[in-house]
């Protein structure tokens, strides 16, 4: 039997202005917060290299401590960046992004809000010939209304709207690679989360 092989080469995560300050008056925030935990520890395990913003962190404050964003003990990122454009895809990120190399990426977008920031940072990451994931139960607006129609824009632009736990065995691939247990654990640690996550996100 051949040696198993991940099926995503190359994935990176976009992590976009989870802020405290956001957290009223965000559509179930929580449990944005709550999928990105998920998705942060699963790129630990896996080696995916983190990016993140903030939107006027001076004005807006800073990101949300349970995601431990470049705490001493926490997650390190390749770039954690202040910005006013909407998009992430900023010239400072985009310096730490292709640092990595110029190869074309498998990119996941988590964060707020769908209709603004998330839209226009995968619009770029599209443009610039990137494969992008959204992440239906990681997205959310302040306005819960907006969220399907910003997911069904970013489908119908060549995104792929899909949920955290599928995008995690796509990136598997396979069982037998060494990352699988660990992954499948904090898939089963995260069951319950998951599901309420999306009841309360993922409404058709």
Request: proline letters at 4%; aromatic letters at 6%.
């Given at each position: 039997?051949?040696?198993?092989?991940?099926?995503?080469?190359?994935?990176?995560?976009?992590?976009?202005?989870?802020?405290?300050?956001f957290r009223?008056?965000?559509?179930?925030?929580?449990?944005?917060?709550?999928?990105?935990?998920?998705?942060?520890?699963?790129?630990?395990?896996?080696?995916?290299?983190?990016?993140?913003?903030?939107?006027?962190r001076s004005?807006?404050?800073?990101?949300?401590?349970e995601l431990?964003?470049?705490?001493?003990?926490?997650?390190?990122?390749?770039?954690?960046?202040?910005?006013?454009?909407?998009?992430?895809?900023?010239?400072?990120?985009?310096?730490?992004?292709?640092?990595?190399?110029?190869?074309?990426?498998?990119?996941?977008?988590?964060?707020?809000?769908?209709?603004?920031?998330?839209?226009?940072?995968?619009?770029?990451?599209?443009?610039?010939?990137?494969?992008?994931?959204?992440?239906?139960?990681?997205?959310?607006?302040?306005?819960?209304?907006?969220?399907?129609?910003?997911?069904?824009?970013?489908?119908?632009?060549?995104?792929?709207?899909?949920?955290?736990?599928?995008?995690?065995?796509?990136?598997?691939?396979?069982?037998?690679?060494?990352?699988?247990?660990?992954?499948?654990?904090?898939?089963?640690?995260?069951?319950?989360?998951?599901?309420?996550?999306?009841?309360?996100?993922?409404?058709?």
């Amino acid at each position: 039997m051949a040696t198993p092989t991940r099926r995503l080469a190359r994935p990176a995560l976009f992590i976009c202005d989870l802020q405290e300050k956001f957290r009223p008056a965000i559509h179930e925030f929580p449990r944005v917060v709550s999928t990105t935990q998920k998705l942060l520890r699963a790129a630990q395990l896996l080696d995916i290299p983190v990016f993140a913003t903030t939107q006027l962190r001076s004005k807006l404050g800073e990101t949300c401590p349970e995601l431990g964003l470049d705490a001493p003990d926490g997650i390190k990122t390749k770039a954690h960046v202040d910005k006013s454009a909407f998009s992430m895809f900023v010239p400072e990120l985009q310096k730490a992004f292709y640092e990595m190399g110029e190869e074309k990426r498998e990119v996941v977008v988590v964060g707020i809000e769908s209709h603004i920031c998330v839209t226009q940072t995968t619009l770029d990451l599209l443009r610039d010939g990137h494969k992008v994931y959204v992440i239906a139960d990681a997205v959310s607006s302040c306005n819960a209304q907006e969220v399907p129609i910003a997911l069904a824009r970013l489908r119908a632009e060549g995104a792929v709207v899909t949920t955290s736990e599928s995008f995690l065995y796509e990136c598997m691939g396979d069982a037998g690679i060494g990352e699988f247990k660990g992954v499948a654990g904090v898939v089963k640690e995260f069951n319950k989360a998951t599901r309420e996550n999306l009841e309360a996100l993922c409404k058709m």
